[in-house]
Structures are given as C-alpha cells and as structure tokens.
C-alpha cells in the first residue's frame, strides 16, 4: 500500500494525516510518523500497514481517554466503559486506562474516597455509598477505606431527624415515614434505630 500523502493535522495538535493509495486515512502521532518512517511515496507491506493501524488504534484510545479524565474524574471501570462506547476495541480501552493509572491520572482510591465524601456530605449512610461505588466500577478491596471517609452516623442522623421529623416519633405513621426515608440513605436499622431514641429523649427533655 503506498503513501500517497502525508501532512499536519489542522484540527488536533501533534497529529499528521496520512492518505494512503485507496483513499483511506491514518491519524497518526508525531512519534508514529517517525517510528514507521511513513512519507509520501512509501511502500507500505502488509504486516508494516497492520502494524501501523494497530498503533493508530491504540494512540487514538490514549487520546480519547486523557480527553474524557481532563473533564471528570472517573474509575478505571468507568473509562475503560465509556471508551468502548465511543468505539474502542476493549483491549485499546484497558491498555489507554493502564496507561493514566500508571501515570496517576485515574486513581481508583482518591476516586472512592472523593466518592464517600461528597455522597456523606449529603446525608448519605454507608449502604448507599457502598452501592454508588459499585455502580460507579471501583473494586470492591477499596470500599472499607472510603468509608472511612464518612462522617459519624449518629450526628448525621441527628440532624436528618430533626429536619425530617413533622411530630412526635409516637405515632407509628410518623415513625414509619422517618426510619423509611433514613433507610433509604443507607443508614443501617440499629443506628437509625438509636438516633430515634435519642430524639424521643431529647423531645421529653424540652417537655420535662
């Protein structure tokens, strides 16, 4: 297959196109362009072609992948994930996001541990978070660390109750509606349980 052309992409930084006899049209890098030595007139063999669209391939996959983590940050699941979708042979996506993990661009523990915060930040027990960190792709052997992460149970609880509660915890609908909601949340029943005693207490308190 001969080059017919080779030039300087317009539209992204650090690529060359290079057209090829049959009309079809390499992307490639800087880096590719002289590793294969590709100019125009060059007599490309079979295997130097295939070798050059599989390196395209793979050079594309870290592209679209650095593109993807500079906006949001996401687990390595996630982007392998999100790369397939966009078009990306599976084994290109997981190499592109070996790739940004080993030069710490994803980083699945300060993904799960950022994950936990926010989530706990907005009132939300270790159940839910557990439930987003599976959602969200991040392995199973980093989730008790990020849960670390959460705030304690019973002040977030305490302040939840105080918001959510329209009467006294006497009346079983009521109490029905506010364990509901907290489980919901992703508290566990014992520590939704304690922190109802405590403000039936604290309500008998203030009427003492």
């Given at each position: 297959?001969?080059?017919?052309?080779?030039?300087?992409?317009?539209?992204?930084?650090?690529?060359?196109?290079?057209?090829?006899?049959?009309?079809?049209?390499?992307?490639?890098?800087?880096?590719?362009?002289l590793r294969f030595g590709l100019r125009a007139g060059l007599e490309l063999d079979g295997e130097t072609l295939?070798?050059?669209?599989?390196?395209?391939?793979?050079?594309?996959?870290?592209?679209?992948?650095?593109?993807?983590?500079?906006?949001?940050?996401?687990?390595?699941?996630?982007?392998?994930?999100?790369?397939?979708?966009?078009?990306?042979?599976?084994?290109?996506?997981?190499?592109?996001?070996?790739?940004?993990?080993?030069?710490?661009?994803?980083?699945d523990a300060g993904y799960a541990a950022a994950l936990a915060r926010h989530y706990g930040g907005k009132g939300?027990?270790?159940?839910?978070?557990?439930?987003?960190?599976?959602?969200?792709?991040?392995?199973?052997?980093?989730?008790?660390?990020?849960?670390?992460?959460?705030?304690?149970?019973?002040?977030?609880?305490?302040?939840?109750?105080?918001?959510?509660?329209?009467?006294?915890?006497?009346?079983?609908?009521?109490?029905?509606?506010?364990?509901?909601?907290?489980?919901?949340?992703?508290?566990?029943?014992?520590?939704?349980?304690?922190?109802?005693?405590?403000?039936?207490?604290?309500?008998?308190?203030?009427?003492?």
């Open positions: 297959m001969r080059v017919e052309e080779v030039k300087r992409s317009e539209r992204k930084k650090g690529r060359f196109l290079v057209r090829l006899e049959d009309g079809d049209i390499l992307r490639v890098t800087e880096e590719e362009l295939e070798a050059v669209r599989a390196s395209v391939k793979a050079s594309s996959a870290k592209a679209a992948a650095a593109n993807i983590i500079g906006s949001r940050a996401l687990s390595k699941k996630e982007l392998t994930r999100r790369l397939v979708k966009k078009g990306s042979d599976e084994a290109d996506a997981q190499a592109a996001a070996d790739w940004l993990e080993d030069i710490g661009a994803v980083d939300y027990g270790p159940a839910r978070v557990r439930e987003e960190l599976r959602r969200r792709g991040v392995d199973r052997s980093l989730w008790d660390e990020a849960l670390e992460e959460l705030p304690e149970a019973a002040e977030v609880l305490d302040e939840l109750i105080r918001k959510k509660c329209r009467g006294e915890l006497s009346d079983p609908r009521e109490k029905k509606r506010v364990s509901d909601a907290l489980l919901r949340r992703g508290f566990a029943w014992s520590d939704v349980k304690a922190a109802m005693g405590r403000y039936t207490e604290m309500l008998e308190d203030t009427y003492d």
